[in-house]
């Protein structure tokens, strides 16, 4: 006789919530998982994979563009914003269906509920309860909208993907990766595009060379920018809607897209009620096995509001299970992540900033910078230039930076996160034979520090 209906119960069918489930369902482990919106998670469904089809929809205008100096002579093309919806909704029903039928396959039983905490070892979900020997929290995030006049006007990330029809104009406020994607994005399928960003710059915590090129690229395009601005109000008038700032100007928009971060989703679950410890913006705060303060009940993913990437939380899942049911003491290493930003031209990036190595090596180390048109470019009319960085110590000769900006950066940098995992060093880059003519070459070409 069991004495917990299940032994394992999640909540929240995304990406961590899924890996864990299928996993321990695989040991033999009984597991039930609770979703109330979508298998799959932000990523499948609002988040990486609907952007990235958007990233690739948006592209093709520059591409006709650049096809006439290659000698293609193409009629007029034009855009139907309808005829992608329906593309992505069918590929991310697809997936949906993928996720539910890997849960089904491996046994675990799916409640598509709401579910949340009563106790320890108590959900409430569906019209039932459920005891477990041990519950997961896997909810993720939510986007996060300060509390503005006119707020009822403002959209998120998660509308974009469901617009019943494209704006003439965007206004994008906040400066962070989602706001640099959309603005791309937007702008490459004919809309007007303005970000409006409180600080002086885009995309915090990246290496600065980085920021200051993507931005450059992205105005050459025609994206306008407002820095060092916040919006104070929201006004709808007769021809859309108004953004006042507190420096005295307005920006006139049709549509107002909100890209001030996310938050971890835990309202509603009763984390507090039965005294899981959270942080002041609601994480659930664990230890490094992915516990709570209360011993049978853990999280992971972005609901804990750590390095919040897909990738990591699918790795977390696998790692807590097996530590769990298979006595595996692995972890995961959150050193050396590389991470990449889909905006037009791409970011890529792996290990320190500039500014980061300065502050941990001093003077001990070598900027090596390249800056070129790419060969595509020389004949297409386009001016978009690619901007690479690697950052040396020079005691060791140990790379421990490399930052891209350009045409398939994520292609390129994740073939360097392996080198760098792997220690490599400058001169092995320079006793590399570069691929010609390739962009990647200019990586193992590097052979003077720029300071």
């Known amino acids: 006789m069991f004495k917990y209906d299940v032994d394992l119960f999640v909540i929240g069918a995304g990406s961590g919530g899924v890996r864990a489930a299928r996993t321990a369902a695989g040991m033999g482990v009984r597991v ?12 499948v469904n609002v988040g990486c994979v609907p952007k990235k089809l958007f990233v690739y929809a948006s592209q093709f205008s520059e591409n006709f563009a650049a096809a006439k100096g290659y000698g293609w002579q193409l009629q007029a093309s034009s855009f139907d914003w309808t005829t992608l919806l329906k593309s992505k909704n069918k590929e991310i029903e697809r997936l949906q269906g993928v996720y539910e039928r890997l849960l089904k396959e491996s046994g675990v039983e799916i409640i598509e509920a709401r579910a949340h905490l009563i106790d320890a070892h108590t959900v409430s979900v569906g019209g039932r309860t459920y005891t477990a020997e041990r519950i997961l929290i896997a909810t993720g995030g939510w986007p996060y909208i300060p509390d503005v006049p006119g707020k009822e006007f403002i959209v998120t990330s998660n509308e974009m993907f469901f617009l019943k029809e494209l704006p003439k104009r ?49 105005t050459k395009k025609g994206i306008n920018f407002r820095f060092n601005s916040i919006i104070q109000h929201i006004e709808k008038v007769q021809d859309g809607l108004i953004a006042h700032t507190d420096v005295g100007n307005y920006i006139s928009t049709d549509l107002v897209m909100y890209a001030t971060g996310r938050v971890p989703n835990t309202k509603g679950l009763g984390l507090e009620k039965i005294g899981v410890k959270l942080d002041p913006v609601g994480a659930v705060i664990v230890n490094s096995d992915y516990q709570t303060n209360i011993p049978s009940i853990y999280a992971l993913g972005d609901v804990t509001n750590h390095v919040k990437l897909t990738p990591l939380a699918t790795a977390e899942g696998s790692v807590l299970v097996n530590k769990l049911y298979a006595d595996k003491s692995a972890i995961v290493d959150y050193d050396l992540i590389p991470t990449a930003v889909f905006s037009q031209p791409n970011i890529a ?56 900006v350009g045409t398939d950066a994520g292609e390129i940098i994740q073939g360097m996160a392996i080198a760098m995992r792997a220690g490599v060093t400058k001169a092995i880059f320079d006793s590399t034979i570069g691929i010609h003519p390739t962009a990647a070459e200019e990586f193992v070409t590097m052979r003077k520090p720029v300071r």
């Open 349 to 404: 990036t792996v290990g320190l900033t500039e500014k980061q190595a300065k502050q941990k090596y001093g003077a001990d180390i070598d900027i090596y910078i390249a800056n070129f048109k790419p060969m595509k470019n020389t004949i297409s009319g386009s001016s978009e230039r690619t901007f690479m960085k690697m950052i040396v110590v020079k005691s060791t000769d140990c790379v421990v930076g490399i930052h891209m």
């Open 170 to 218: 965007l206004l994008i406020v906040g400066g962070g990766y989602i706001s640099a994607e959309f603005a791309g994005i937007m702008h490459g399928l004919g809309v007007e595009v303005t970000v409006c960003e409180r600080n002086a710059k885009l995309l915090n915590g990246f290496d600065e060379d980085v920021r200051d090129f993507l931005v450059e690229e992205m």
């Open 32 to 43: 039930a998982i609770a979703e109330e919106k979508y298998f799959g998670g932000t990523c």
